[in-house]
């Protein structure tokens, strides 16, 4: 997740004052672009010395949208907004946050940046469920956001802000100065392994190839292929050849032919999730969230213009994956109501505002969000290509997180044997065996505190 939603400095403020404009019963139309979008009016406003504090990763918090956006729902609603910092971006920012809900604390509004981590608050309780408030301020979350809503045996416990999948963003000058062709709109790993060699350049500091250090690239193969993590009796089914070959396979692109990265400098290093962002890689394979980084020039100033293509594929499992990433009001909250009012609006704007893809049912809306990401391209990229990379295109779509039993274990077990063969200090089929039986462990010892 991450955490990424960022947008251009002037066009974020003629987003306030129009906002504030509405807020004092402006009579202004809604239009078309990204800068004059008009959120529509939240029920319930709260009074303007009511004040909800929503954790922010201190990563983020320099970072001009992060403090517009919430601008725009203080002008909307009335309701004043403060920033909890915790330390880190992306998972590290829960180091702290597990903390704070462990101990019952109160910031009235958590981000969820991945499904797992969504799975794991529900299971321990620290959310607050949304059917009934909605109910009272008859708000109908099925029908804007449809199969992006998560439900827990018919419990709501959040809102999606965002959808992403998964594509290869590319630097344009990066190819032109190695007289590389830019990547077919349909094409094999092999293809993406050879045109990161053409690309890799060590003599420049150029890397053909970013990936980071996210469970999914370590069993992606097997996701394209549709394998699922657990067998039929809820056991671990990471002896699937598929796992195996997966994690090979992303080792390899490090350790054999050394077009990105290796794991160990990626984490000797501290290389950052928005490296790519640096002009020294030629592609990045990450999710479609990513076109909030690449249309800020606020935040992430750029003398080189990107393209984006499709996810390859080995030619059999052709499936792309994703997440939604979501916002929840913390069960301890004092300011429940007013919360729920945050989390909507970030449901329902946020997106647009940013510059990513709406997680709402609405067609337009989504379809309005990549003509929004080709104009604030600077010339980079048109609709067409975004709609071939995110959505037009061959490929079927799985969810990214392996959700089940012990689902947060799964995936921490996984990162953390993973390590051990992808730095040399264990063999693979060792590495793969850790892995099945640490996860069969954690999930029997799930399932017998279910039981007590």
């Known amino acids: ?39 529509e009016a939240s029920s319930g406003a709260a009074k303007p010395q009511v004040t909800i504090k929503v954790y922010l990763g201190t990563d983020y918090s320099a970072k001009e949208f992060y403090k517009r956006i919430n601008e725009a729902f203080t002008a909307k609603t009335g309701i004043n907004v403060e920033s909890e910092m915790v330390p880190g971006a992306g998972n590290d920012m ?8 462990a101990s019952a604390g109160t910031v009235d509004v958590i981000p969820l940046i991945q499904p797992l981590i969504l799975d794991k608050y529900v299971k ?11 109910k ?22 959040s809102l999606p802000e965002q959808v992403s999948t998964w594509a ?3 630097n344009k000058k990066i190819f032109d100065d190695a007289k590389v062709s830019y990547p077919p709109s ?78 160990y400098e990626f984490k000797t290093k501290k290389l950052t999730w928005d490296g790519f962002m640096s002009g020294k890689y030629g592609m990045h394979l990450i999710g479609t969230w990513y076109t909030a980084l690449l249309t800020n020039e606020k935040d992430y100033p750029k003398d080189w213009k990107w393209g984006v293509t499709q996810i390859p594929t080995d030619g059999k499992g052709i499936n792309n994956f994703g997440v939604t990433y979501t916002y929840a009001v913390n069960k301890h909250s004092a300011h429940p109501k007013e919360a729920l009012e945050y989390v909507k609006f970030k449901a329902e704007n946020s997106a647009i505002m940013g510059g990513v893809i709406p997680a709402l049912t609405d067609r337009v809306a989504q379809k ?12 980079s990229v048109n609709v067409d290509e975004l709609s071939k990379a995110f959505f037009n295109n061959n490929l079927g779509y799985v969810q ?32 793969i065996r850790a892995i099945k039986d640490k996860t069969d462990a954690a999930i029997r010892k799930e399932e017998s505190v279910k039981d007590e």
């Open 368 to 379: 309005q969000s990549l003509k929004e990401i080709s104009d604030a391209s600077g010339d």
């Open 94 to 101: 829960y180091k702290k946050i597990d903390m704070d809900l």
């Open 1 to 39: 997740m991450r955490n990424r939603i960022k947008y251009d400095y002037k066009i974020i403020t003629v987003i306030v004052l129009l906002l504030i404009l509405t807020a004092c019963n402006s009579t202004e139309n809604k239009k078309g672009s990204l800068g004059s979008i008009e959120p």
């Open 186 to 263: 349909e094409w094999t790993w092999e293809q993406y392994i050879d045109t990161a060699k053409k690309l890799t350049d060590p003599a420049k500091g150029i890397y053909g190839s970013y990936m980071l250090d996210y469970d999914i690239y370590l069993f992606m193969l097997a996701k394209q292929h549709n394998v699922s993590a657990y067998k039929a009796d809820g056991t671990s089914n990471y002896d699937d050849p598929l796992f195996k070959e997966s994690l090979k396979f992303f080792g390899d692109l490090g350790n054999v032919y050394k077009i990105q990265p290796s794991w």
């Open 124 to 134: 321990k309780n620290y959310l607050l469920p949304l059917n009934d408030l909605m």
């Open 168 to 170: 290869v963003f590319y």
């Open 400 to 431: 990214e997180k392996n959700i089940g039993p012990a689902a947060t274990m799964y995936s921490n077990i996984i990162l953390s044997e993973s390590d051990q063969y992808l730095t040399g200090k264990r063999s693979l089929d060792d590495t």
């Open 136 to 157: 009272t301020e008859h708000y109908d979350a099925d029908k804007k956001f449809g199969q992006y809503l998560t439900k827990y045996d018919g419990i709501i416990y």
